[in-house]
């Protein structure tokens, strides 16, 4: 069992959600000129590839090892689904305002987990979730200039990123991370191939082929930080800071598209970080509660 290293793994974190606001600004530099399927191909290829040639001469033939091969198929499905809906609002959002909306999703697998699954739910969280469902009209309230019908594409991507959480949850429990992570690449690689002869475009400049190189290396090298950081830095530390990709994507916003949202965006931004930040808090301090013997 790897040790606990906080900072290292708070650092780590840190630069997975640098990757993932890269991977989401390359996708809508991609998306302004080329396929979007054809992005997505490259994010999943890179990811499948590069993985497998790092950790096949390790684990061999046991690194597709699982007891849950159809959940593991399903769960790939799900988060291409997940990035398809993520490449298609970045090509009509700004990156900084379609993240914000997607930080709901711990939100919703709260409200899921809540109708669906039984689980215990307080009155504080259940203020928090609504919070920031409120965070999210602000940010795409009717009659600012990002209301349209493209504002459903972040509330779906956020519906199937909900999906894919809650079946991680039960997968991370009996499976190894690397497995999981080797079969999400395969599946959305071979998903994007199925459509790659139809939608198939040569790249011709020079922005282009950078785009779709960091689109592949950004999602690949991100989510092996996040694996490494929360093998050194409990789930409940890291969880709160994962709202730093907020940040992270304003920022790439205003370098590469010289975006900087409205005060109202601003407004719903802070709401969605801090109500999900507090709900993260909240459960883990409830359960703590639950935990702690009955004194005597």
């Known amino acids: 069992m790897t040790p606990y290293h906080p900072l290292s793994g708070m650092l780590l974190a840190l630069a ?6 890269t ?16 992005g997505l191909w490259f994010r999943y290829i890179f990811q499948a590839v590069i993985t497998t040639a790092v950790m096949f001469p390790r684990r ?14 399903l769960r790939g499905l799900l988060l291409a689904i997940t990035s398809l809906f993520t490449f298609l609002s970045v090509k009509y959002m700004p990156v900084g305002e379609f993240t914000a909306i997607a930080m709901i999703t711990p939100l919703v697998v709260t409200l899921l987990a809540a109708t669906l699954l039984g689980e ?36 779906a991507q956020v ?31 071979i998903l994007a191939s199925l459509a790659l002869p139809f939608i198939w475009v040569t790249p011709q400049t ?21 694996i490494l950081a929360f093998r050194r830095t409990p789930a409940a530390t890291l969880t709160p800071l994962l709202y730093a990709q907020i940040a992270f994507a ?17 407004v719903g931004m802070a709401l969605i970080a801090f109500c999900g930040a507090a709900s993260t808090w909240l459960a883990v301090r409830e359960s703590r509660v639950k935990l702690e013997p009955l004194e005597v």
């Not at 997975?16 to 606001?21: D, N, P, R, T």
């Not at 259940?126 to 349209?148: E, M, Q, S, Y």
């Not at 997968?171 to 992570?181: F, G, N, P, R």
């Open 16 to 21: 997975a959600l640098a990757c993932f606001a």
């Open 23 to 38: 991977l989401d600004t390359s996708a809508k530099v991609v998306a302004l000129t080329l396929p979007v399927l054809l």
């Open 60 to 73: 061999g033939r046991s690194l597709f090892h699982t007891e849950r091969l159809g959940a593991q198929l």
């Open 120 to 155: 215990q739910v307080s009155r504080r969280r259940w203020v928090l979730v609504a919070g920031g469902f409120v965070g999210t009209l602000f940010i795409i309230r009717p009659g600012g200039d990002l209301f349209g019908w493209f504002t459903l594409l972040p509330l």
């Open 159 to 189: 519906a199937s990123y909900s999906a894919f959480q809650i079946i991680t949850g039960k997968l991370v429990k009996t499976e190894d991370a690397v497995t999981m992570h080797v079969y999400t690449g395969w599946v959305g690689a």
């Open 206 to 226: 020079v922005t282009e082929w950078t785009a779709l190189t960091l689109m592949g290396l950004m999602g690949t090298i991100g989510h092996f930080m996040l």
């Open 250 to 266: 304003m920022l790439a916003g205003w370098i590469v598209f010289n975006h900087v949202p409205d005060g109202w965006s601003l």
